[in-house]
């Protein structure tokens, strides 16, 4: 693991251990945030999920649609290192067996998750930036978030449909198995992300245009 993405997994972990989030129960919310985290997540694809992943680590009593995609990010990001790291193992295992030859489908979902976790650090940036730089920089920071979210899940997809093309004999039935499972929780929890912050971005704007009607 390079030194730079371990400290990325490292700092971004360190966020939610010091919330004191990632051993607690959903059941420790309040029932407000409960309710705010699931209308937030009806809007997604993968409301269960999305229920499930975000609500040991959001704050017990915060509503905020901003934070909310931010731990969401977040979450995104961690999926894919994780999975990075994963089939980089593979890889690595296939050279070692002389499976080289046979090896072109990891190597390329291993670019392709690569990219994804260089564009998931960017869209965590990029939201930081959206309270930082004021309103008239806020549709470029939103465009620049959405562009990298759906770069994420075109790459997610590209690299299930190229694995799920390799043969069971050139890659192993469950190996082939754990990294399409790993890349396409990354898609889904992506596609969350995506969502949650679409409505945060549309609620933002509906808000602050309202402020300035003569």
């Known amino acids: 693991m390079d030194k730079i993405s371990l400290c990325l997994l490292i700092l971004v972990l360190s966020i939610f251990s010091v919330k004191g989030a990632l051993g607690s129960s959903t059941s420790r919310l309040h029932p407000r945030t409960m309710t705010f985290l ?5 809007r997604t694809r993968y409301p269960e999920l999305c229920v499930r992943s975000l609500s040991n680590l959001v704050n017990t009593t915060s509503q905020n649609p901003q934070i909310l995609s931010q731990v969401a990010l977040k979450v995104s990001l961690v999926k894919a290192v994780s999975t990075k790291y994963y089939i980089m193992k593979v890889c690595k295992e296939f050279n070692q067996i002389n499976k080289v030859k046979n090896n072109q489908a990891a190597k390329d979902c291993l670019d392709q998750i690569s990219d994804g976790v260089s564009h998931l650090t960017n869209s965590v940036k990029e939201l930081q930036h959206l ?11 939103q465009s620049n978030v959405q562009t990298w979210l759906s770069t994420v899940l075109t790459d997610a997809y590209t690299c299930m449909e190229g694995i799920n093309n390799s043969g069971y004999a050139a890659m192993g039935g469950k190996v082939k198995a754990m990294i399409k499972a790993k890349v396409f929780n990354v898609a889904q929890v992506t596609s969350n992300a995506l969502a949650l912050f679409n409505g945060f971005a549309a609620r933002h704007k509906a808000s602050h245009h309202g402020k300035h009607k003569p």
């Open 38 to 42: 699931e209308s937030q997540c009806k």
């Open 131 to 141: 309270s930082l730089d004021g309103e008239r920089a806020f549709i470029w920071h």
